[in-house]
């Protein structure tokens, strides 16, 4: 799979739209809308980290 669509299945994940996904990581909306259309790299220690913060959260949020 892309990156590209990994960054798009990850958002989709955390049932967020473009914008909120840039302003939850700080990234520039346009930035997000190229990496999903694959007009622009996203270096994987990015990918890496953003799947890293959205699992512990995830982790921080359900804890029993």
């Given at each position: 799979m892309s990156r590209?669509?990994?960054v798009k299945e990850l958002r989709e994940k955390m049932g967020?739209?473009?914008r909120e996904f840039s302003d939850y990581y700080g990234i520039p909306y346009r930035?997000?809308?190229?990496?999903e259309a694959e007009k622009r790299e996203l270096p994987e220690y990015l990918l890496r980290l953003m799947k890293y913060r959205a699992e512990v959260e995830y982790m921080v949020k359900n804890k029993s």
């Open positions: 590209g669509k990994e967020m739209n473009r930035t997000v809308q190229d990496w």
